[in-house]
């Protein structure tokens, strides 16, 4: 059979619809979507960085955390998507940093822009990349300055000023050495084997200053819902007995799990007595057990809380898990799920009960604990935004600070490390004679992004500081290899003396992350988008058939044609 007007059939690969681009401009087109989401976060980097405010249907939201920003903005180009992992990847791993890796990302892919516009293929520079972050994690890791043998009070100082440069650069820099110091008690109360993060509670209170926010050595929750009688119990103890339950204590109707049948209704009043009698045996255990605090998971009724506010015992129910379980951890006590047998064993203690008012909220706060790996931060501040920007900030520090403390060296901030390494990688590229000499001299210019960023967003002339950054980086004796921006007068200095330290392991991650990231950007020339799986309902497939294949009737006949040309 002749084929339809002499024309070849056309052959089609893929569901009609489907948009394909590939080659040199979908790469093109990748690394700019990812330089429009860098510059979303360029300029919150360093000490004088700006915040974002962000508005979703959630509230609104002002941060200067890189991964809280690259969350909460809803990217749905494929590329760009990469760059939101990485930062959130750093967050979870080290907790800091989280900027830093984005905007170098962004500036290696911007970096190897030109070489692909002139047909450089995509793999020999991924190559050299690799190679590149090879040499600069070995140079940094010969360069950190470890603090693993010095005295606990020098390296809780040491962990301070850590604590202090991670702070810097957020919404409460003006209480940084404050924070810091606080950061680092909360830490260096936990169990130093496993530094367990869960055991720093954060408790957020609004209303009063900065300056009012306090550690607490133990556990801090809010006071709970509480039924009549809870006001007559006492609210303050010395060495307690402290008792946690998982049970409810309330008055059951025994009718709801169990059938009773009655031939005579005198008998129903001892089924109701035996029901109160059920309760009030579990009260009495507990009083019995000597415990002067009982806390439980579950509900503690109106009657328990009477029975307990006679007999001078303190009671909380509905406490949150997260709480027991530092109250457990703090105090020594078990959690139990019966009242039988109560051994005084399982019975925590502390220093000091007591309930405070702090704001308008009241809080139950167990201090000074026998076992305490756990400590509770209570924050004050002004607005809701504002707190919520503190805790961000606080665990960005007490990421620093427990990561410092596992891994005890440090690197000098304030763009030193980086404009070392970029000398010492413009140095290592000579030796090669390959293309890769020009790949790794881009790879260490794209280094000098950081201290760059640092000046501008400080406002400074940033060519006259990196200008004099590389005059001191490239002394022969080696006696400028601290220098970095000084962000309070605007020329340079030695970072390292004025304590501007970042963990090695920040840098080390971020730097790793970011190539890995640009090489995954690079190793793509092709995007295969199938509208067919974007459109939500299923039932509604024919009337997104008739859209993707219907702009305006030309589609459809064209694509009824072809698809008769193809049975042909």
């Known amino acids: 059979m002749m084929p339809m007007m002499g024309m070849q059939p056309q052959i089609?690969?893929?569901?009609?619809?489907?948009?394909?681009?590939?080659?040199?401009?979908?790469?093109?087109?990748?690394?700019?979507?990812?330089?429009?989401?860098?510059?979303?976060?360029?300029?919150?980097?360093?000490?004088?960085?700006?915040?974002?405010?962000?508005?979703?249907?959630?509230?609104?939201?002002?941060?200067?955390?890189?991964?809280?920003?690259?969350?909460?903005?809803?990217?749905?180009?494929?590329?760009?998507?990469?760059?939101?992992?990485?930062?959130?990847?750093?967050?979870?791993?080290?907790?800091?940093?989280?900027?830093?890796?984005?905007?170098?990302?962004?500036?290696?892919?911007?970096?190897?822009?030109?070489?692909?516009?002139?047909?450089?293929?995509?793999?020999?520079?991924?190559?050299?990349?690799?190679?590149?972050?090879?040499?600069?994690?070995?140079?940094?890791?010969?360069?950190?300055?470890?603090?693993?043998?010095?005295?606990?009070?020098?390296?809780?100082?040491?962990?301070?000023?850590?604590?202090?440069?991670?702070?810097?650069?957020?919404?409460?820099?003006?209480?940084?050495?404050?924070?810091?110091?606080?950061?680092?008690?909360?830490v260096s109360k936990l169990d130093p084997t496993t530094l367990d993060l869960k055991m720093i509670g954060i408790k957020k209170v609004q209303g009063g200053g900065l300056r009012d926010s306090f550690l607490v050595d133990g556990v801090a929750f809010k006071k709970t819902f509480s039924y009549a009688g809870f006001e007559q119990q006492p609210k303050s103890f010395s060495n307690p007995k402290i008792l946690v339950l998982n049970i409810e204590l309330e008055l059951k109707a025994e009718k709801e799990n169990a059938e009773i049948r009655l031939d005579d209704p005198a008998k129903y009043q001892s089924i109701v007595d035996a029901e109160w009698n059920i309760i009030y045996d579990k009260l009495a255990k507990c009083v019995a057990s000597g415990a002067n605090i009982v806390l439980s998971r579950l509900a503690i009724g109106d009657l328990a809380t009477q029975y307990f506010a006679d007999r001078n015992v303190f009671c909380a129910g509905r406490v949150e898990t997260g709480d027991i379980e530092r109250v457990t951890k703090a105090t020594g006590a078990k959690v139990q799920t019966t009242v039988n047998n109560l051994d005084p064993a399982v019975l925590g203690t502390c220093a000091?009960?007591?309930?405070?008012?702090?704001?308008?909220?009241?809080?139950?706060?167990?201090?000074?604990?026998?076992?305490?790996?756990?400590?509770?931060?209570?924050?004050?501040?002004?607005?809701?935004?504002?707190?919520?920007?503190?805790d961000r900030s606080l665990h960005d520090a007490i990421m620093i600070v427990r990561r410092a403390l596992k891994h005890a060296q440090v690197v000098p901030g304030g763009g030193a490390i980086e404009m070392e390494l970029s000398?010492?990688?413009?140095?290592?590229?000579?030796?090669?004679?390959?293309?890769?000499?020009?790949?790794?001299?881009?790879?260490?210019?794209?280094?000098?992004?950081?201290?760059?960023?640092?000046?501008?967003?400080?406002?400074?002339?940033?060519?006259?500081?990196?200008?004099?950054?590389?005059?001191?980086?490239?002394?022969?004796d080696g006696s400028g290899k601290n220098f970095g921006v000084d962000v309070n007068t605007g020329g340079v200095c030695d970072t390292y003396e004025a304590f501007v330290w970042e963990p090695a392991l920040v840098k080390i991650n971020a730097i790793q992350a970011a190539t890995e990231a640009a090489c995954l950007i690079l190793s793509v020339d092709e995007t295969v988008r199938n509208p067919k799986s974007e459109v939500p309902d299923a039932a509604s497939g024919a009337a997104a058939q008739a859209a993707i294949t219907g702009a305006g009737g030309r589609g459809r006949g064209r694509g009824a044609m072809r698809g008769r040309g193809m049975r042909r």
């Open 352 to 390: 000091q009960f007591e309930e405070r008012q702090v704001g308008a909220e009241r809080y139950n706060l167990f201090m000074g604990c026998p076992e305490a790996q756990t400590a509770t931060l209570v924050l004050r501040g002004g607005s809701e935004q504002f707190i919520d920007e503190a």
């Open 12 to 186: 089609i690969l893929l569901k009609e619809g489907t948009d394909t681009s590939q080659g040199k401009p979908q790469l093109i087109s990748n690394i700019n979507a990812c330089m429009a989401v860098v510059d979303t976060v360029r300029t919150t980097l360093g000490p004088r960085g700006m915040d974002k405010l962000i508005h979703d249907n959630k509230g609104v939201t002002i941060s200067n955390d890189g991964a809280t920003i690259m969350k909460l903005l809803d990217i749905v180009h494929p590329a760009a998507k990469s760059l939101v992992d990485v930062s959130l990847a750093q967050d979870a791993e080290v907790g800091d940093g989280t900027t830093s890796v984005v905007i170098l990302a962004g500036e290696f892919l911007q970096e190897s822009k030109p070489f692909i516009e002139e047909g450089v293929h995509p793999r020999s520079l991924i190559k050299s990349f690799r190679q590149a972050s090879v040499l600069a994690v070995q140079r940094l890791k010969d360069q950190a300055i470890s603090l693993e043998d010095k005295a606990l009070e020098e390296k809780k100082d040491l962990l301070k000023k850590c604590a202090m440069t991670t702070l810097n650069s957020k919404l409460v820099s003006g209480e940084k050495e404050f924070f810091a110091q606080m950061v680092v008690d909360a």
């Open 423 to 476: 000398k010492y990688l413009c140095e290592c590229s000579l030796q090669y004679t390959s293309k890769s000499q020009l790949f790794i001299k881009a790879y260490a210019k794209a280094l000098e992004v950081i201290p760059r960023q640092l000046c501008n967003n400080a406002g400074f002339d940033a060519t006259d500081v990196l200008n004099k950054l590389r005059q001191k980086h490239a002394l022969a």
